[in-house]
C-alpha cells in the first residue's frame, strides 16, 4: 500500500477482456496532467473480471461500496463510469426489466449538516456557486466529484450528504468518544446515534498495521529521508518522534469509527424509506476494505441488507494482480495505474528538480 492511500484513507490522523476497457493517458498530455489511466478488473479471488461484472452482480444488492484512493484519477473516472452505468442498468425509465429501483448516491465527502445546501442544489433551488459556498465540498471537488453531483442532478437521483461533521469527528480525536454527550440534539441530530458501535478487532488490526506504516513514512519524502533534504537546504534536523510516540492512538481510532458509523446511519436511514433501492456509496477505501468499517455497520443498524464491495486500487503493475494481506479486498477490484495518482506526478516532479540541483552544482 502506498503512503498516498494510507494517508488517503485516513484524514483524521494527520487527516472478461480487462485489456478492452483499459484506458490511457491522454497522448501529448505532459506528465503533470491530472488524467486517468489504465485499469484491470479483477473479482475479489484475482480471477479477471469486467465492468459488466460489476453491473451484473450489483442487482442482487441494496448497497454498493466503492472504496477509493482519493487523489486517483483514474479511479474517480470509473466511479463515475459505475454511477452512469447503475443508473442506465436499473434505474432509468425501462431498465430492470422494465421495473427501474431507486439509485441513489452516497457519498464520504460532504457532511451531514449540508445535506439541506445539497438537496436544494439537486432541486434547482440554488446556484452551484452558492452550493459550492456552502457546502464545503472536498479539495479537487471540480475533477472528482462534480461528475457525480451533475449526473446525479440531471437525472434525479438522490445524493446523501454521509459524513459526519468534521468537528466532531475532531473533538473525538481530541477529547474521547464521551465527549460527544455534551452536544445538543441538533448537534447530535448530524451523526451516528450514540452510544456509536465499537471496531471490530479485524478493524482494529487494520488500523494498527495502516498507521504504523504511515508513522514509518513520515521521515520520507518521495522515498529520500527528510533529514537528508534538510541537510541539503541547510536546515536544522529536528529529531522525529519514534514510532508508536504519537499520542490519542485510541481517540483517533474512535473518531474514525464516527465516520464509519455515520455513514452507514444514514444510508441505512435511507433504506427505511426506499427498500428496493440501489445505493452507491463512495468513499476512502479503508472504510470498507476487507468487509470492515462501514459495512459492519450498515449490518448492526440494518442487519441482512445486502451489499457489495469494490476496490479501486492503485498499483504499479495492473496486470498483477495484489491480494489483501487477509481476506480478500472485496467482492471485486478494480486496479488502476498508479503512476497516474497525484502522489507520484507530484514525486516525479520533486526528483527531477532535486536531481537537475545536483547537476548544477
Not at 476497457?21 to 489511466?37: E, F, H, I, K, M
Not at 442487482?59 to 447503475?86: C, K, N, S, W, Y
Not at 441482512?304 to 494482480?321: A, Y
Request: hydrophobic share 40%.
Amino acid at each position: 500500500m502506498n503512503k498516498t492511500k494510507l494517508l488517503a484513507a485516513l484524514p483524521l490522523v494527520l487527516m472478461i477482456a480487462p485489456q478492452a476497457l483499459a484506458q490511457d493517458s491522454s497522448p501529448g498530455v505532459g506528465d503533470t496532467a491530472y488524467v486517468a489511466g489504465e485499469y484491470r478488473v479483477y473479482d475479489g479471488a484475482g480471477q479477471p473480471a469486467s465492468i459488466d461484472d460489476i453491473m451484473a452482480a450489483m442487482g442482487d444488492h441494496q448497497v454498493v461500496f466503492i472504496g477509493e484512493a482519493h487523489d486517483d484519477p483514474t479511479g474517480h473516472m470509473l466511479e463515475a463510469e459505475l454511477l452512469r452505468r447503475a443508473f442506465e442498468t436499473y434505474g432509468s425509465p425501462g431498465a430492470n426489466g422494465g421495473s427501474p429501483r431507486p439509485v441513489a448516491l452516497s457519498l464520504e465527502f460532504f457532511q451531514h449538516d449540508v445535506q439541506l445546501v445539497l438537496d436544494e442544489y439537486l432541486a434547482d433551488l440554488i446556484t452551484e456557486k452558492a452550493f459550492r459556498t456552502d457546502s464545503r465540498p472536498w479539495p479537487r471537488y471540480e475533477t472528482d466529484y462534480r461528475p457525480l453531483i451533475e449526473f446525479s442532478k440531471q437525472n434525479g437521483l438522490s445524493v446523501i450528504a454521509a459524513n459526519a461533521p468534521r468537528r466532531y469527528t475532531t473533538r473525538v480525536t481530541m477529547h474521547g468518544r464521551e465527549s460527544l454527550n455534551d452536544l445538543s440534539p441538533e448537534a447530535l441530530s448530524y451523526i451516528a446515534p450514540l452510544p456509536y458501535g465499537q471496531p471490530s478487532e479485524a478493524y482494529r488490526d487494520q488500523w494498527i498495521q495502516v498507521i504504523s506504516e504511515v508513522m514509518e513514512e513520515e521521515g520520507m519524502k518521495c522515498g529520500v529521508p527528510v533529514e537528508e533534504l534538510a541537510a541539503e537546504e541547510g536546515e536544522e534536523v529536528v529529531a522525529r518522534a519514534p514510532v508508536g510516540s504519537h499520542g490519542n492512538m485510541g481517540n483517533q481510532l474512535s473518531s474514525q469509527v464516527l465516520w464509519d458509523a455515520t455513514m452507514a446511519w444514514w444510508i441505512s436511514r435511507y433504506l427505511e424509506e426506499q427498500p428496493d433501492a440501489l445505493i452507491l456509496h463512495m468513499v476512502g477505501g479503508f472504510h470498507v476494505e476487507r468487509g470492515t468499517g462501514t459495512p459492519e455497520h450498515l449490518e448492526a443498524y440494518r442487519p441482512g441488507t445486502s451489499r457489495m464491495i469494490v476496490v479501486l486500487q492503485p498499483v504499479e503493475d495492473i496486470d498483477t494482480f495484489e491480494p489483501a494481506p487477509a481476506g480478500e479486498w472485496g467482492d471485486f477490484v478494480i486496479q488502476t495505474d498508479e503512476s497516474r495518482t497525484l502522489e507520484k506526478i507530484e514525486c516525479r516532479q520533486f526528483l527531477a528538480e532535486r536531481e537537475a540541483g545536483e547537476t548544477q552544482e
